[in-house]
């Protein structure tokens, strides 16, 4: 059975940071993209970062877009999400998702939602000031 558990949510003040987990199991996890998203209330549903081994061959360097950073661990089939000062606009739910890594899911760490496969229930994020 595929599972995505993400973790790590939580509440916290502008400038502040968090570093969110997303677990995966049930499938080869270096055949895969991970991707994050992001959906705050009545908005629509962000992606922020992917990562795969396939993309960083392609595309090695930074992992980065502005205040986040997205690693993975292969050894604990982990994926992670560093966000660093924290705005009350990145109030949201976070969810990372699965997807073939030879489709066109995770392309210069960029996700393309439309490819993923398998979703996570998701983590809430909270920055109040």
């Known amino acids: 059975e595929v599972q995505l558990v993400e973790s790590g949510g939580a509440l916290v003040q502008p400038g502040g940071s968090l570093r969110l987990s997303c677990a995966a199991s049930g499938f080869t996890f270096d055949d895969y993209a991970i991707g994050w998203f992001r959906q705050a209330p009545g908005k629509e549903r962000e992606g922020i970062l992917c990562t795969s081994r396939r993309d960083r061959d392609t595309y090695p360097g930074d992992s980065v877009k502005g205040r986040f950073t997205i690693s993975s661990d292969s050894a604990k089939n982990t994926v992670y999400l560093q966000i660093d000062s924290l705005r009350p606009e990145d109030t949201a739910s976070y969810y990372c998702?699965?997807?073939?890594?030879?489709?066109?899911?995770?392309?210069?760490?960029?996700?393309?939602?439309?490819?993923?496969?398998?979703w996570g229930q998701g983590t809430q994020v909270t920055v109040y000031s």
């Open positions: 998702a699965a997807g073939w890594s030879a489709t066109s899911a995770c392309i210069a760490r960029v996700p393309d939602p439309n490819w993923y496969t398998f």
